[in-house]
T-cell receptor, first 113, second 116 residues
Framework: ETGVTQTPRHLVMGMTNKKSLKCEQH?????MYWYKQSAKKPLELMFV???????ENNSVPSRFSPECPNSSHLFLHLHTLQPEDSALYLC????????????FGPGTRLTVT | AQKVTQAQTEISVVEKEDVTLDCVYE???????LFWYKQPPSGELVFLIR??????QNEISGRYSWNFQKSTSSFNFTITASQVVDSAVYFC?????????????FGPGTRLSVLP
């Protein structure tokens, strides 16, 4: 596999469910990111990890819980979501450092019913 | 605070026409970085170009060219002789050098439709 992969590609969950999104990068990068892309808002950065340490949390509700066990893997654990959380969730990776281009995965299309 | 504006929500052109996508940014930093990404229907954002604030040279890559002007805080993207495969949503993004410089702020995107 090459680049950044994400699973699942589509997910439908009820508000009481718990699910996880997975991201894996095969680029040798040491920074990973979660973004949310919803229909009516610009792409929003949610979390940043550098060398497995979280360095940015953009006021994301606690029902979203990230986990980065190593520099190649990133998870987003979801629980008690709301319908407004329905969106495309994109993972990205880059080398650590300012102004370095980020490489994105194909995203997980999440629908909360 | 950093901000990116892409005033054109949607543009339609006929194949082989040239098209320019506008991007205007706001930042208080003297060191910053600008990017363009393409998002085809498959959903994955594809990196196109990166520019830092100290390099105002325009760049050309095949049918793509970029015009960076600090005086007007703009970083516009031109596609020459457009093709149907250029149909996508295009995003301009900004990151400031402070605080790790990884906090990308994206514009709302411009949806480009190239008609055959």
């Amino acid at each position: 596999e090459t680049g950044v992969t994400q699973t699942p590609r589509h997910l439908v969950m009820g508000m009481t469910n718990k699910k996880s999104l997975k991201c894996e990068q095969h680029l040798g990068h040491n920074a990973m990111y979660w973004y949310k892309q919803s229909a009516k808002k610009p792409l929003e950065l949610m979390f940043v990890y550098n060398f497995k340490e979280q360095t940015e949390n953009n006021s994301v509700p606690s029902r979203f819980s990230p986990e980065c066990p190593n520099s190649s893997h990133l998870f987003l654990h979801l629980h008690t979501l709301q319908p407004e959380d329905s969106a495309l969730y994109l993972c990205a990776s880059s080398q650590e450092g300012p102004g370095i281009e980020q490489y994105f995965g194909p995203g997980t299309r999440l629908t909360v019913t | 605070a950093q901000k990116v504006t892409q005033a054109q929500t949607e543009i339609s052109v006929v194949e082989k026409e040239d098209v320019t996508l506008d991007c205007v940014y706001e930042t208080r930093d003297t060191t910053y970085y600008l990017f363009w990404y393409k998002q085809p229907p498959s959903g994955e954002l594809v990196f196109l170009i990166r520019r830092n604030s100290f390099d105002e040279q325009n760049e050309i890559s095949g049918r793509y060219s970029w015009n960076f002007q600090k005086s007007t805080s703009s970083f516009n993207f031109t596609i020459t002789a457009s093709q149907v495969v250029d149909s996508a949503v295009y995003f301009c993004a900004l990151s400031e050098a402070g605080n790790y410089g990884q906090n990308f702020v994206f514009g709302p995107g411009t949806r480009l439709s190239v008609l055959p």
